[in-house]
């Protein structure tokens, strides 16, 4: 499973990997209606059975309690309470132990059933109607519609503070920068609406120009019409096509050499860091670095080379 999915992570074929798993519920005559889901492998860390169980006083109401695994104690989520649902007598005994954005935190489902391989054009946006609700994408296999969750929204609504914490103040003043922000447009992909908008507040409250995309195909779209365009940030998990495939299909078009790609995810390891620079972009940044997001981009505009 790792080797499949660090290809992924490294080629740019705009594929990916995903867990499904069941989060049932009942309807007002108590059956049971079958819900499937799923996450990127790539935030996997593995797959347990429940084991002990220790509470938390004064927690959240989605959290059940800790587990502790080997040297971790780790939090566990309740994703029925999570994503409202009705499960009164259902059992729940599966943990996938996520890792993203420097987290590992354990969510616990009625049940895993398998590891599919997908191309991200298979992956339908959610429609406008659940927006805001915490779904990324749709992907219908073997007769059933499987929802992909967006973790790091469920994760920064649960936690007290926020894993994506606000730009500092002095970020925003750029009169001593050799440019002017307002003459620069920047572009930024990103398929949850959450994380998109608080990037898009942040650059635009330091005074950039800024265009969205909800998915790499938009961005795309954005890119080969020719509009004004200095600098794009993408995300890497994407509907239709993700940040990889973008960017790879960025660098292979020789009239675009000067178009400056950041790739901004929840994924970012020091390995995959390495192979996405490989691929063609110019700087990496975490979810959680968003306080660093606009000194990233006035620097990289500046021509400063990127940390290493």
Same mark, same amino acid.
Request: aromatic share 4%; proline share 3%.
């Given at each position: 499973?790792?080797?499949?999915?660090?290809?992924?992570?490294?080629?740019?074929?705009?594929?990916?990997?995903?867990?499904?798993?069941?989060?049932?519920?009942?309807?007002?005559?108590?059956?049971?209606?079958?819900?499937?889901?799923?996450?990127?492998?790539?935030?996997?860390?593995?797959?347990?059975?429940?084991?002990?169980?220790?509470?938390?006083?004064?927690?959240?109401?989605?959290?059940?309690?800790?587990?502790?695994?080997?040297?971790?104690?780790?939090?566990?989520?309740?994703?029925?309470?999570?994503?409202?649902?009705?499960?009164?007598?259902?059992?729940?005994?599966?943990?996938?132990?996520?890792?993203?954005?420097?987290?590992?935190?354990?969510?616990?489902?009625?049940?895993?059933?398998?590891?599919?391989?997908?191309?991200?054009?298979?992956?339908?946006?959610?429609?406008?109607?659940?927006?805001?609700?915490?779904?990324?994408?749709?992907?219908?296999?073997?007769?059933?519609?499987?929802?992909? @969750?967006?973790?790091?929204?469920? +994760?920064? &609504?649960?936690? =007290?503070?926020?894993? /994506? *914490?606000? #730009?500092?103040?002095?970020? !925003?003043?750029?009169?001593?920068?050799?440019?002017?922000?307002?003459?620069?447009?920047?572009?930024?992909?990103?398929?949850?609406?959450?994380?998109?908008?608080?990037?898009?507040?942040?650059?635009?409250?330091?005074?950039?120009?800024?265009?969205?995309?909800?998915?790499?195909?938009?961005?795309?779209?954005?890119?080969?019409?020719?509009?004004?365009?200095?600098?794009?940030?993408?995300?890497?998990?994407?509907?239709?096509?993700?940040? @990889?495939?973008?960017?790879?299909? +960025?660098? &292979?078009?020789? =009239?675009?050499?000067? /178009? *400056?790609? #950041?790739?901004?995810?929840? !994924?970012?390891?020091?390995?995959?860091?390495?192979?996405?620079?490989?691929?063609?972009?110019?700087?990496?940044?975490?979810?959680?670095?968003?306080?660093?997001?606009?000194?990233?981009?006035?620097?990289?505009?500046?021509?400063?080379?990127?940390?290493?």
């Amino acid at each position: 499973m790792a080797t499949e999915t660090n290809i992924l992570l490294e080629s740019g074929t705009n594929e990916l990997e995903i867990v499904v798993f069941r989060v049932d519920e009942l309807n007002e005559r108590g059956e049971t209606i079958p819900c499937h889901f799923a996450v990127n492998v790539a935030k996997v860390r593995e797959i347990i059975r429940l084991p002990q169980l220790f509470k938390v006083v004064n927690s959240h109401p989605a959290v059940v309690g800790m587990i502790k695994l080997r040297d971790k104690v780790i939090t566990v989520i309740d994703l029925a309470q999570v994503l409202n649902k009705n499960v009164d007598g259902l059992s729940a005994n599966n943990v996938i132990v996520l890792e993203f954005n420097r987290l590992v935190i354990g969510v616990l489902v009625q049940s895993v059933s398998r590891i599919h391989r997908i191309s991200w054009e298979s992956v339908e946006p959610p429609s406008k109607m659940i927006d805001n609700m915490h779904i990324t994408g749709v992907v219908k296999q073997e007769g059933n519609i499987i929802l992909i @969750l967006d973790f790091e929204r469920i +994760i920064a &609504e649960i936690c =007290s503070q926020s894993i /994506l *914490q606000e #730009v500092q103040e002095e970020q !925003l003043d750029g009169t001593a920068l050799p440019f002017d922000r307002g003459s620069k447009t920047v572009l930024v992909a990103d398929d949850s609406s959450f994380i998109r908008q608080t990037m898009v507040s942040s650059l635009r409250m330091a005074g950039y120009q800024v265009a969205e995309a909800e998915n790499g195909e938009e961005a795309w779209e954005y890119i080969d019409a020719g509009k004004t365009l200095d600098m794009l940030i993408t995300d890497i998990e994407m509907p239709r096509m993700d940040g @990889l495939h973008l960017t790879k299909r +960025i660098r &292979e078009e020789k =009239s675009l050499d000067w /178009l *400056q790609v #950041v790739i901004f995810s929840s !994924l970012a390891s020091e390995d995959n860091k390495r192979k996405w620079k490989n691929l063609g972009a110019c700087d990496i940044l975490t979810k959680p670095d968003l306080p660093r997001l606009v000194d990233v981009v006035d620097g990289i505009i500046q021509g400063e080379k990127p940390a290493a």
